[in-house]
């Protein structure tokens, strides 16, 4: 039976890197001309936030850290 005592951290942990890290790249896409709004940062932050939420059970289930962080 698989372990889901690592979920809760999973979905959680990511937000405030995945937060900082949407800014910033919204910030860049800024310098090139694009507006600044919520929505650019929103789209970002939740497609990082995603990916963190999908690798940290790989991670359970395979026993590793993944190669890519």
């Given at each position: ?20 890290w949407g800014g910033i790249f919204t910030l860049i896409d ?22 963190r939420a999908s690798i940290c059970p790989m991670e359970a ?9």
């Open positions: 039976m698989m372990r889901t005592d690592h979920l809760l951290p999973c979905i959680i942990d990511p937000i405030p890197s995945c937060a900082i800024a310098t090139g001309g694009s507006p600044l709004s919520i929505r650019t940062w929103g789209k970002y932050t939740v497609g990082l936030w995603c990916y289930i395979h026993g590793r850290r993944s190669v890519l962080q």
